[in-house]
């Protein structure tokens, strides 16, 4: 009895603490900036096959919910992920799995390059200039590397992101704490002032 009481304990608190590290990730390195535009850029997983896999499919609602948040009124969505196999660029098939599935018929573009994370950001820069807003759409671990990707790169543009639609409470809740504890390691290079939650 002792044994199952602590292992439910353990496993609650697991739980706890996966959902407390992608909340606060999720609200780190971004602020509350305003304006008409804005751009919603989704990073691409890995994926050799011909259709968008379930990470992917995942991350593209993440980001026409993230959209469809503030009304999407001069929101411009922009896919970013190159070739993996040889079944296309990331980037593509997200897109057609936005268009085709989710039937979301809004501005957007593609950057079919990327092979990083660091590339993702280095590869949308151009097309973040002239918005007012910035939302990365991703896991929030991965997206909060792309907003320090992106901090080192153009802090000035920095000073435009704002939060994604892309953590909410118990979404994801069972994989969680394995999503944190691969989170805490990917993002082991960052520095303290990069993981500063927004007030």
Known sequence: ??????????????????????????????GSCGGATEAVVVLGYRNPRSTANFVNRWRVRAGIRSVCADGGKGT?????????????????????????????????LLEDQSATTWENITNVIPLLEDVDRIKIVSQPAHALKARAYL?????????????????????????????????????????????????
Request: glycine fraction near 12%; avoid cysteine; proline fraction near 4%.
């Open 1 to 30: 009895m002792r044994r199952r009481t602590g292992l439910a304990m353990a496993g609650a608190t697991a739980l706890v603490w996966g959902e407390w590290l992608n909340w606060r990730w999720s609200r780190s390195l971004v």
């Open 76 to 108: 411009l969505v922009i896919f970013s992920g190159g070739a993996t196999g040889s079944y296309g660029a990331e980037a593509q098939l997200m897109a057609d799995y936005a268009n085709s599935v989710l039937g979301f018929d809004g501005p957007v």
């Open 151 to 199: 901090r080192r790169q153009r802090p000035d543009l920095a000073e435009k992101l704002v939060r994604a639609d892309d953590y909410r409470p118990g979404e994801w809740m069972i994989g969680k704490p394995l999503l944190a504890s691969y989170g805490l390691w990917t993002l082991r290079g960052l520095k303290a002032e990069e993981r500063k939650v927004a007030p």
